[in-house]
């Protein structure tokens, strides 16, 4: 099942996603709203609210208002090594905010002072469904609602300003995430970035280090990990900033990131 967040007259709706239209989930405003209730998926699954076709549809980021997002540094073999690095014995961990957000087909709009190493990540993120506390790597699939993409875009030259990369994460609505949630995802598909339809990433999604379900018990044994809150996997081998010479995203570029399965995320990038 696919789960996503429509905006509709200037605000926005639960919805699952059918073969041609949507579903609005009646009495949710977005789906981090509807993973707080218990029964969460069987409220979806029985929705008959109005429906939307999905050349209309307008995708806000798939969970808006995360009430904490965790994402993973170093976490793709390929770009681990890529970087010079070993390979780590616990993950990496930074915070993102949810002002970093956008929808997934919307324009980036990167200010000028920000833009000169503008880089590409590839991302899977998944999406809490059940609270996790202390929870072992072998119940985690238990807590995880479903999959999603993510572009991390990373400024570059602000993360490696200090040894905290947080700052070169978080810039305003630069991230694109959607276009829905699938709650049948699983691990192994093609994971890729392209920069104006030439392929930049290129994986698989069982290339990852630290895979979802060890993300959950290590994350699980620092905080309690909430419905609705996000867990942003890690990037591969590919970024601009690894190439001989860099290469970073420009004035008017598009950034195409595909999970195979999960669709793709679209943004156009804005410098001003």
């Known amino acids: 099942m696919k789960l996503a967040t429509l905006r509709i007259g200037g ?97 980036v709009v990167v200010p000028a002072y920000a833009a000169g190493e503008l880089d590409w990540e590839a991302e899977l993120a998944f999406v809490i469904g059940k609270q996790a506390y202390q929870v072992s790597e072998a119940d985690a699939a238990d807590h995880i609602a479903g999959y999603s993409v993510i572009n991390d875009y990373t400024m570059r030259d602000y993360q490696y300003r200090t040894l905290q990369w947080d700052q070169g994460k978080n810039f305003e609505k630069t991230s694109g995430f959607g276009p829905w949630m699938d709650t049948d995802y699983r691990l192994g598909t093609r994971i890729e970035t392209r920069l104006e339809g030439e392929v930049m990433q290129a994986s698989t999604t069982d290339d990852l280090v630290f895979k979802p379900a060890a993300l959950v018990e290590y994350i699980s044994h620092i905080v309690t990990l909430n419905p609705g809150d996000v867990v942003i996997t890690g990037t591969t081998g590919g970024v601009g900033h690894a190439r001989k010479p860099a290469r970073y995203v420009g004035d008017g570029q598009t950034v195409e990131v595909t999970v195979e399965g999960l669709g793709t995320v679209r943004n156009k990038t804005i410098v001003k």
């Open 11 to 107: 605000s926005t709706v639960a919805a699952r996603i059918d073969d041609t239209t949507a579903t609005v989930i009646d009495g949710f405003s977005d789906l981090g709203t509807l993973l707080g209730a218990d029964d969460w998926k069987s409220i979806a699954e029985g929705a008959h609210g109005t429906t939307i076709a999905l050349t209309d549809a307008d995708y806000a980021p798939v969970v808006p208002r995360p009430g904490k997002m965790f994402c993973v540094g170093l976490n793709y073999a390929s770009h681990i090594k890529e970087m010079g690095r070993d390979l780590p014995t616990y993950p990496t961990l930074f915070v993102k905010v949810a002002d970093a957000l956008t929808g997934a087909y919307d324009e």
